[in-house]
């Protein structure tokens, strides 16, 4: 199984500034994902990062609020800007390998004040 | 629109016994179906996998049973252990490579 590792795996942010989270996987996959899970709830789906494009956001998620980057197979970034409390959350980096197996990262724990 | 859902969100069994969780789907569609398990602090982690050809795929101590009849997975524990302890989560792979995730169950061993 892929390892996908993510930076920071947690930070408290000041309200109206941006945070930046990285995701490297240690293995090529076919498809990175971001995902938002809030406390006690699932995870829904923000984005998919497409290498060396934009990405494609799900709806009620826009490029401005979430700006994600994907410069090759194995790196993603997704930064959360001009935070406000209800940003806060855990942040998932997905990838996408072998046989559709989709594999996570520990999640980045969010929280803005 | 379309959903993944579960019916029950806790379940707390005796340790050494069997669990079993449910899980609802509403797109016909898919083909592809996941159980993952998240400990706190963690994210999830893939447990085992059923594709819509399969009705029963079985792993270390896990069943999965998938009725596309009525469109239901669930999630067989066998003698389950206190590391077992865990939210599940099922979700749906759709043709577009994109997961749905349901609800959750938060599966508590009772020592």
């Known amino acids: 199984s892929a390892v996908i590792s993510q930076k920071p795996s947690r930070d408290i942010c000041q309200r109206g500034t941006s945070l930046t989270i990285q995701c490297q996987v240690d293995s090529q996959v076919t498809m990175m994902f971001w995902y938002r899970q809030q406390p006690g709830q699932s995870l829904t789906l923000i984005a998919t990062a497409n290498q060396g494009s934009e990405a494609t956001y799900e709806s009620g998620f826009v490029i401005d609020k979430f700006p994600i980057s994907r410069p090759n197979l194995t790196f993603s970034t997704l930064t959360v800007s001009n935070m406000s409390p209800e940003d806060s959350s855990i942040y998932l980096c997905?990838?996408?390998?072998?046989?559709?197996?989709?594999?996570f990262g520990q999640g980045t724990r969010l929280t803005v004040v | 629109g379309e959903s993944v859902g579960l019916h029950l969100p806790t379940l707390s069994v005796q340790e050494g016994d069997n669990s079993i969780i449910n899980c609802a789907y509403s797109n016909s569609a898919s083909d592809y179906f996941i159980w993952y398990k998240q400990e706190s602090g963690k994210g999830p982690q893939f447990i085992i996998d059923i594709r819509s050809n399969m009705d029963k795929r079985q792993g270390q101590r896990v069943t999965v049973l998938l009725n596309k009849t009525v469109k239901h997975l669930s999630l067989q524990i066998a003698a389950t252990q206190p590391g077992d302890s865990a939210v599940y989560f099922c979700a749906e792979l759709q043709g577009n490579e994109k997961l749905t995730f349901g609800t959750g169950t938060r599966l508590t061993i009772i020592p």
């Open positions: 997905s990838g996408l390998g072998q046989g559709r197996k989709a594999f």
